[in-house]
C-alpha cells in the first residue's frame, strides 16, 4: 500500500505500474493491448509536467485494466473516471485498483460513446482501427466532445489525418512525442514475435 502524498520520479512510477496485471484473455475485435508501463510513464509524466493531472478530473477513455488511469491516481488527480464496455477488463481493473486505498475514482462500464461528463483531461491509448476502420476516430470524437486536454497514442503515419481532425473540432496538436513500441505477439496473426510499429504521444489542446 502506497502512502497517498508520496511523490514520484518517472522511473518510480514506471516500476509501480510495472505491477498492474493485464487482460486475461485479450480481445481481438477490442484491439485490446495493455500499454507497456515504460510507455504509460511516458504518457503520464508530459501530462504531469504539463499541469493536466494533479488536482484534474481525469478521464481514461477505453481504460482497460486501468494502467493510465491508476497511474493518474497516483499522481494526485483529483478524479478519475474509467470508461471501459468490456466486462472482463473491468473485473482486473477493480483488482488492480483495490491494490490502492482511493476513493476518488469511478468506473462507468460503457461504450464511450456514451459518455458525456466534462472532464479535464483525457487519457486513452485506443484502438488503432488495425481490426476495426474508424474505431481510433471515434475515441478521438468522444474525447473532443468532453475534454479540453487529450494525451492519447497514435500511429505516427496519421499525424496529417488527426491534424485535420482537430481543427475540424477546435482543436489542436501541441506536441507530439514518437515513440518506438514494440507489439509483443499475443494474436495468431502476429507473425513476428515483436512488430515494431512507429507511435507518437499526441497532445491535444482545445483552440
Ligand atoms: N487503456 C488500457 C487499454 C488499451 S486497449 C491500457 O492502456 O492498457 C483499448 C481498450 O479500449 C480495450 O480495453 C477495449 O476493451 C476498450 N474499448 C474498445 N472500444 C471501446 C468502446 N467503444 N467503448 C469502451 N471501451 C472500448
Redesign the pocket.
Known amino acids: 500500500m502506497l502512502r497517498k502524498n508520496m511523490r514520484f520520479t518517472k522511473k518510480a512510477l514506471a516500476i509501480e505500474l510495472s505491477k498492474i496485471k ?2 486475461l484473455k485479450p ?1 481481438v475485435e ?6 507497456d508501463s515504460e510507455i ?1 510513464s511516458v504518457l503520464l509524466w508530459d501530462a504531469y509536467m504539463r499541469n493536466d493531472i494533479t488536482q484534474k478530473i481525469v478521464a ?9 488511469g491508476i497511474g493518474a491516481l497516483l499522481l494526485g488527480a483529483k478524479k478519475v473516471i474509467f ?4 466486462n472482463d ?1 473491468i473485473t482486473v481493473l477493480k483488482q488492480n485498483i483495490a491494490e490502492y486505498n482511493y476513493k476518488n475514482y469511478k468506473i462507468e462500464n ?4 456514451k459518455f458525456t461528463r466534462k472532464v479535464d483531461t483525457i487519457i ?4 488503432f482501427g488495425v481490426q476495426k476502420k474508424y ?1 481510433d476516430r ?1 475515441f478521438l470524437e468522444i474525447a473532443f466532445k468532453v475534454g479540453n486536454k487529450i494525451y492519447s497514442f497514435h500511429k505516427l503515419e496519421t499525424k496529417k489525418f488527426i491534424e485535420k481532425f482537430c481543427s475540424e473540432h477546435n482543436f489542436e496538436i501541441i506536441g507530439i512525442i514518437p515513440i518506438r513500441f514494440g507489439l509483443k505477439k499475443h494474436y495468431n496473426f502476429h507473425t513476428k514475435k515483436i512488430k515494431n510499429i512507429n507511435i507518437g504521444l499526441f497532445i491535444m489542446e482545445k483552440k
Open positions: 493485464g487482460f480481445k477490442l484491439e485490446q493491448y495493455q500499454t504509460a481514461d477513455l477505453g481504460a482497460g485494466t486501468g494502467i493510465l470508461v471501459e464496455k468490456d477488463a460503457l461504450d464511450i460513446d486513452m491509448n485506443p484502438p474505431a471515434k
